[in-house]
């Protein structure tokens, strides 16, 4: 026989075995589209038209001088790009010793107080006392702040304050501390000639007409963007709180540790449950439903399995977590045994659900690589959520996942040093145990129908 002809029967045969199993062929055509339909979503949402970009750093805010200036300073915060301030308006005000509780507790990572001279500071061209309370650990949202409170500077003052900071940045270049009167004397003259340059340059270009000359000289009079050169000079006091107990781990590492963690788990713990597909081809499975065990315990059993192979499959995470990166895992046993329990019991449910309801192995292969990659994706698992501002819609669909739930509970107990009895932490248990008993309901109805009926 032709090898050629020989390769095409066989290619034929496979091809035709495929298309009998239409589910899972849909299912394998359908993983790519709905990836990108998830991603798109979560960039769409975050970056395009509908979306509000990068979240913006919260920043809490106590005014201890209560004067007109430091409440359009406020307000100027409220209206930064890179800041959400707190408490919103109408809310009790905040004080300076509750927020330092706040940022002690891990409740809060800035917190800005306007002490008492603020506007009597900036009526004599001084900057005015601001003292910042900071955790150490989250240098992004520093930064981010940083620019805010710089950017409200010139819009609650506006050009006014330009020679300060120029005298500042000579400053922290080196000149003496002595030469202050004279650098802010220079840098006040420097900052209105450049000025009357800039307007000259208006009056030139609105006479010239162009409309591209035009376009610049608007973005000239909106000003340099100095929060992005020197968000360095922001003259604050600032104080570095490390939130009490927490255990020495970078955000970025908590969130590696526990995303890749718990993806893999939902593979591993789904392959567990596929096993009773796998018993069913074999013929295993027709001779324990004929035999004298309760029907039930079959599927009980698979579920106690991928509960024992995902608790040895965390505990080599997390050794191995321990040992390269030092993530001290046991700092708090019994919130790391009640979180891992609640995650493993949810997942378990979810694998469990997915080998009941599919006809074919490779339909659940297909149908848990899409649910769990989309999961993965929308519940923070590759990347912090939360480092996104998102809609309210978008918020409902990440926390409709159970990746988002388990990464809030790994995530409270490894950065914010959290008890299981913490009230966020509770919450997220208890979606956890829930979607877990829900599956499991799901899985047994399924499996009674799908396989003791059919037996």
């Known amino acids: 026989m032709n090898p050629l002809h020989a390769a095409w029967l066989?290619?034929?045969?496979?091809?035709?075995?495929?298309?009998?199993?239409?589910?899972?062929?849909?299912?394998?055509?359908?993983?790519?589209?709905?990836l990108v339909?998830?991603?798109?979503?979560?960039?769409?949402?975050?970056?395009?038209?509908?979306?509000?970009?990068?979240?913006?750093?919260?920043?809490?805010?106590?005014?201890e001088d209560g004067s007109d200036a430091s409440r359009a300073f406020v307000a100027a915060l409220r209206e930064a790009q890179t800041l959400r301030v707190r408490p919103e308006p109408g809310d009790e005000p905040a004080t300076s010793a509750a927020l330092r509780k706040k940022v002690e507790g891990g409740d809060a990572h800035h917190a800005l107080i306007l002490e008492?001279?603020?506007?009597?500071?900036?009526?004599a061209e001084r900057f005015p006392p601001l003292a910042l309370l900071r955790d150490p650990d989250r240098q992004v949202e520093s930064q981010m702040i940083s620019i805010g409170v710089m950017s409200a500077f010139f819009a609650s003052q506006g050009p006014g304050l330009s020679h300060l900071f120029t005298a500042r940045?000579?400053?922290?270049?080196?000149?003496?501390?002595?030469?202050?009167?004279?650098?802010?004397?220079?840098?006040?003259?420097?900052?209105?000639?450049?000025?009357?340059?800039?307007?000259?340059?208006?009056?030139?270009?609105?006479?010239?007409g162009g409309a591209d000359r035009e376009a610049a000289a608007a973005s000239t009079k909106d000003g340099p963007d100095f929060g992005a050169m020197f968000s360095q000079l922001v003259p604050m006091t600032t104080t570095d709180i490390r939130p009490t107990g927490r255990p020495q781990i970078s955000y970025w590492l908590a969130q590696t540790v526990c995303g890749n963690a718990i993806m893999m788990?939902?593979?591993?713990?789904?392959?567990?449950?596929?096993?009773?597909l796998r018993e069913r081809e074999e013929g295993t499975l027709s001779r324990l439903l004929t035999s004298r065990l309760p029907r039930s315990s079959i599927l009980w059993g698979k579920a106690l399995l991928a509960s024992l192979m995902g608790a040895a499959q965390l505990l080599v995470?997390?050794?191995?977590?321990?040992?390269?990166?030092?993530?001290?895992?046991?700092?708090?046993?019994?919130?790391?045994?009640?979180?891992?329990?609640?995650?493993?019991?949810?997942?378990?449910?979810?694998?469990?659900?997915?080998?009941a309801w599919a006809k074919t192995q490779k339909q659940a292969e297909?149908?848990?690589?899409?649910?769990?990659?989309?999961?993965?994706?929308?519940?923070?698992?590759?990347?912090?959520?939360?480092?996104?501002?998102?809609?309210?819609?978008?918020?409902?669909?990440?926390?409709?996942?159970?990746?988002?739930?388990?990464?809030?509970?790994?995530?409270?107990?490894?950065?914010?040093s959290k008890p299981w009895t913490d009230p966020s932490m509770l919450t997220s248990l208890g979606v956890l145990v829930g979607f877990g008993?829900?599956?499991?309901?799901?899985?047994?109805?399924?499996?009674?129908?799908?396989?003791?009926?059919a037996a």
């Open 169 to 208: 940045a000579l400053q922290l270049a080196g000149l003496p501390e002595e030469w202050n009167e004279r650098i802010v004397a220079i840098s006040k003259s420097f900052s209105t000639t450049i000025g009357g340059l800039f307007d000259e340059k208006d009056r030139a270009d609105a006479a010239e």
């Open 437 to 453: 008993a829900i599956a499991l309901a799901v899985a047994h109805v399924l499996f009674v129908k799908r396989y003791v009926r």
């Open 10 to 34: 066989v290619a034929k045969k496979d091809l035709a075995l495929a298309l009998r199993d239409r589910t899972g062929l849909l299912l394998g055509f359908l993983l790519p589209i709905v």
């Open 265 to 276: 788990l939902m593979f591993g713990l789904v392959a567990c449950g596929q096993t009773l």
């Open 37 to 63: 339909g998830a991603f798109g979503f979560i960039f769409k949402v975050s970056f395009g038209k509908e979306g509000g970009g990068m979240e913006r750093a919260t920043l809490w805010v106590a005014d």
């Open 116 to 123: 008492k001279g603020f506007a009597e500071a900036l009526a």
């Open 366 to 416: 297909g149908l848990s690589t899409v649910i769990i990659l989309v999961m993965s994706a929308l519940g923070g698992a590759w990347f912090p959520i939360q480092m996104v501002d998102l809609p309210f819609v978008a918020q409902l669909v990440t926390r409709s996942t159970l990746t988002h739930w388990a990464m809030s509970s790994y995530q409270g107990m490894l950065w914010y």
């Open 317 to 355: 995470v997390f050794a191995f977590g321990s040992l390269v990166f030092g993530v001290n895992f046991l700092a708090d046993p019994i919130t790391l045994l009640v979180v891992s329990a609640a995650t493993i019991f949810a997942i378990t449910g979810f694998g469990i659900v997915v080998a």
